[in-house]
T-cell receptor, first 114, second 113 residues
Framework: EAGVTQFPSHSVIEKGQTVTLRCDPI?????LYWYRRVMGKEIKFLLH????????ESGMPNNRFLAERTGGTYSTLKVQPAELEDSGVYFC????????????FGPGTRLTVL | KNQVEQSPQSLIILEGKNCTLQ??????????LRWYKQDTGRGPVSLTI?????NTKSNGRYTATLDADTKQSSLHITASQLSDSASYIC????????????FGGGTRVLVKP
């Protein structure tokens, strides 16, 4: 069974540019989560999809971040325009529905905004 | 505010030795506590998951404990190997929060030969 995949693995952009991160969850997982780790800090929740619906987006930092999951399969996270403080590692995770189900994490996308 | 605190931030141990990592949390209402291992450049991988009623769980050389009364957990690594070098992250899930996870800052373990 393929794991969670993320693309790209690294992205270096200039302040003000747009970047789109992609996450492909494990097939059959209705739940998809985005997390972010900025330098020196703990991993923090961004948002949670159940199928194509946003269940919880309380962790999204501001309206420069837009997440979509059209069709309930893969998800994209767009940052527009990017700021210096957006630099960090963005993780995606997926799981089955139910309390206690393990969340499987992707390898992350390292975003550097110059 | 839900928080997870881990100690130490980092530690160095010799191959073959044991070590114990600590985690304190203030997540409420509590659902479960997980320990993840994160290798450099990889995503976190689950080692153990414990609910309120469980106070110990093992996964090979990894043994996690949970004291729900004091809101503390520990991860014990027995007979460490070089491949145990990684960050170990304590993660707590709040009940009725869509399984949203609160992460600790992690303990970076370096095993030296």
């Amino acid at each position: 069974e393929a794991g969670v995949t993320q693309f790209p693995s690294h992205s270096v952009i200039e302040k003000g540019q747009t970047v789109t991160l992609r996450c492909d969850p494990i097939s059959g997982h209705d739940n998809l989560y985005w997390y972010r780790r900025v330098m020196g800090k703990e991993i923090k929740f961004l948002l949670h999809f159940v199928k194509e619906s946003k269940q919880d987006e309380s962790g999204m930092p501001n309206n420069r971040f837009l997440a979509e999951r059209t069709g309930g399969t893969y998800s994209t996270l767009k940052v527009q325009p990017a700021e210096l403080e957006d630099s960090g590692v963005y993780f995606c995770a997926s799981s089955h529905t139910g309390v206690g189900y393990e969340q499987f994490f992707g390898p992350g996308t390292r975003l550097t905004v110059l | 505010k839900n928080q997870v605190e881990q100690s130490p931030q980092s530690l160095i141990i010799l191959e073959g030795k044991n070590c114990t990592l600590q985690c304190n949390y203030t997540v409420s209402p509590f659902s479960n506590l997980r320990w993840y291992k994160q290798d450099t450049g990889r995503g976190p991988v689950s080692l153990t998951i414990m609910t309120f009623s469980e106070n110990t769980k093992s996964n090979g050389r990894y043994t996690a404990t949970l004291d729900a009364d004091t809101k503390q957990s520990s991860l014990h690594i027995t007979a460490s190997q070089l491949s145990d070098s990684a960050s170990y992250i304590c993660v707590v899930s709040a009940a009725a929060a869509g399984n949203k996870l609160t992460f600790g800052g992690g303990t970076r373990v370096l095993v030296k030969p």
